[in-house]
């Protein structure tokens, strides 16, 4: 006994900060890891191509960060060859000469996979008994994989109401090495903050979003209409240096003017109307983009990505967005990661107007802290960037987000996060200079081994455009939710939900709340889930917003407005490569709005 203390003594004297996750591990007892596994921890031999952060990070020398850098080497440039290829990761050489010991490669395959998914949505509403709207959808995609050396997808969608079954259709194929990457088809990349080219859409809503990286996924396999570039992608790599150059020939959905030009961009991919089958397609984008980059010392980096793009009918003179029939738009980026510190920042400038976008993240042990701070000109729009509405109105904002998180072993994690924005110019509706806030806490804690508790609450301040008699008003919105997670065992678990939101917009009050049971159930390759909801919102400013489960790979939100009550039961079974699953859901008013069922047959094959 004396021998192995003093050992376990020795090792909290020696192990660097990076190791300090794995001796949480070992303390709490509760993740599998042996003490053998501690007292042999410097001879071991890790596989550079299976290895975790956490299992690199455990290395001696090694630090979290330069881990972080190995995984996503990896994971950008397809697997290691053989141990030397560290030097190409941009690590120092003294730390690589020391992991060399410690390090092998196992030569993997390249296993060949093809997913297929049809998805078939049917949806009907009626009122009082009479029949609004039924209308059907339908959702396929295939895709295939050789390794990391060649992907290809191809997806289709169909809205319920649509006519056309290909009325939206999206495909790529791939092929990459070491070296390089092509892409030909549709795809999205996302570079730096995502001020020129993003994947993301919003400003963070949480510490994930605050320093950005690089996103793995280019081809394009989402079902988001007016998302996508159309033509070729090709990245190359060497040493410390990335470029990556595009071609693009894509459509909008757009409102067209009597003089024949852009009035403005239209969202949603909706084409039921006749209005809306006019503004399909109806604008044409042809785009030229280039993104260079080089890392340097191997904690930091510099690029610089600009985009061309040319309009086809042109955009209408507004004083704010894209104008005129083409647009240019350069990008500036640099970042670094100072051991547990990471900063990032992005500076980018159009001819009509400029932004940045800068960032910090913290982590070290059960703390997370992160500060973002970012100015979106009135006039700077790039419909390719991040944190921008293309009605460029509400997202064209100066602001600051900040957030803070800390975790125990029963306190899973607790955050508190703090958004405010300013629009620095008048929009259609408010003055110049209107704000917004929001304040938002999160506890999970597990007091018990199956038993797990979530609070959740925000507050909301901003203005409301209420009509040419009352003007702007000020509008305050108050939410607080609270969750209970039993696991029952044997695959069983239960869930309550309470929702209690207050509004109010000037003088005038509401409040709103909305409770449900769901019960979940797994069982071999069998999945159920059943849920019941009782809502109460007297209109939509205390609406309440619910995810549900879903088909894999389709993400159910729900706005509760009105008074009802509305449920869902999910089967899904699996047999051989194929899983099927069926979803049944229905809302019934209780206030003669109307009610509106769906049902959704999803089968996915994976061989």
């Known amino acids: 006994m004396r021998v192995h203390l003093t050992a376990f003594c020795l090792l909290l004297i020696a192990v660097p900060a990076s190791g300090e996750d794995l001796l949480d591990q070992v303390w709490d007892g509760d993740e599998g890891v042996s003490q053998d596994f501690i007292e042999d921890r410097d001879g071991i031999v890790l596989d550079l191509n299976a290895a975790t952060v956490q299992d690199l990070a455990s290395l001696p020398g090694l630090s979290y960060a330069d881990a972080e850098r190995i995984v996503a080497f990896r994971a950008t440039r397809g697997p290691f060859r053989r141990p030397r290829d560290l030097d190409r990761v941009g690590l120092p050489r003294p730390v690589v000469e020391s992991l060399l010991p410690h390090v092998t490669v196992s030569h993997r395959s390249h296993p060949r996979e093809a997913l297929s998914r049809l998805r078939f949505v049917r949806r009907s509403s009626s009122a009082r008994g009479r029949p609004l709207l039924t209308g059907s959808g339908l959702h396929a995609r295939t895709t295939y994989r050789a390794g990391d050396l060649v992907a290809a997808s191809v997806t289709t969608d169909k809205d319920a109401g649509e006519g056309n079954p290909l009325d939206f259709a999206a495909g790529y194929a791939e092929v990459r090495s070491e070296v390089a990457r092509l892409v030909v088809g549709d795809f999205r990349p996302g570079f730096a903050q995502g001020l020129v080219l993003s994947r993301w859409t919003r400003a963070p809503a949480d510490l994930s979003q605050v320093v950005r990286r690089p996103s793995r996924q280019v081809g394009y396999r989402s079902t988001e209409e007016n998302g996508a570039l159309r033509g070729v992608y090709l990245e190359g790599m060497r040493g410390a240096w990335r470029v990556a150059a595009l071609g693009s020939s894509a459509r909008f959905d757009a409102a067209i003017d009597t003089s024949g030009q852009v009035e403005r961009l239209t969202e949603g991919g909706l084409h039921v109307t006749d209005l809306e089958r ?41 004083g704010r967005g894209p104008s005129g029939a083409s647009a240019t738009v350069l990008g500036l980026d640099a970042g670094a990661s100072l051991g547990c510190l990471k900063v990032a920042g992005e500076m980018a400038q159009t001819g009509q107007g400029r932004a940045w976008a800068a960032g910090a993240a913290y982590q070290r042990r059960r703390i997370e802290a992160g500060l973002q701070m970012r100015d979106y000109g009135q006039r700077f729009q790039t419909l390719r960037g991040a944190g921008f509405s293309t009605f460029g109105d509400a997202q064209n904002e100066r602001g600051v987000f900040a957030g803070l998180v800390w975790r125990t072993r029963r306190i899973r994690a607790a955050s508190l996060t703090f958004d405010r924005a300013w629009r620095p ?55 607080l939710r609270m969750d209970a ?123």
């Not at 990505?305 to 209408?316: D, I, Q, V």
């Not at 979530?454 to 108050?478: A, C, E, F, I, N």
């Not at 005038?508 to 919102?537: C, D, P, Q």
């Open 425 to 479: 110019g008048p929009t259609p509706t408010l003055p110049p200079g209107s704000a917004r806030s929001s304040l938002t806490f999160r506890v999970r804690h597990a007091p018990l081994r199956r038993l797990l508790l979530q609070w959740s609450g925000q507050t909301r301040w901003d203005q409301v455009y209420k009509g040419k008699q009352q003007g702007v008003l000020p509008r305050r919105r108050r939410g």
């Open 278 to 318: 006019s503004r399909a397609d109806a604008l044409r984008e042809t785009a030229l983009g280039l993104r260079i980059e080089r890392a340097a010392a191997g904690r930091s980096h510099f690029g610089m990505t600009s985009l061309r793009s040319g309009f086809n009918p042109p955009f209408k003179p507004q």
């Open 485 to 607: 997670t039993q696991h029952l065992g044997r695959g069983v678990q239960f869930l309550v939900r309470g929702d209690l939101v207050n509004a109010a917009i000037g003088p005038g009050r509401e409040a709103g709340g909305s409770a449900f049971g769901e019960l979940k159930v797994r069982y071999k390759g069998l999945r159920a889930a059943g849920r019941l909801t009782y809502f109460n919102t007297p209109s939509y400013e205390s609406r309440i917003f619910e995810w549900e489960d879903a088909p894999e790979g389709m993400v159910a939100l729900r706005t509760l407005t009105g008074r009802g009550v509305k449920g869902y039961v999910l089967i899904s079974a699996k047999a051989g490569p194929a899983r099927t699953t069926l979803r049944l859901w229905r809302q019934r008013p209780l206030d003669g709005r109307k009610a509106t069922t769906e049902v959704v047959a999803q089968v996915d094959v994976n061989m």
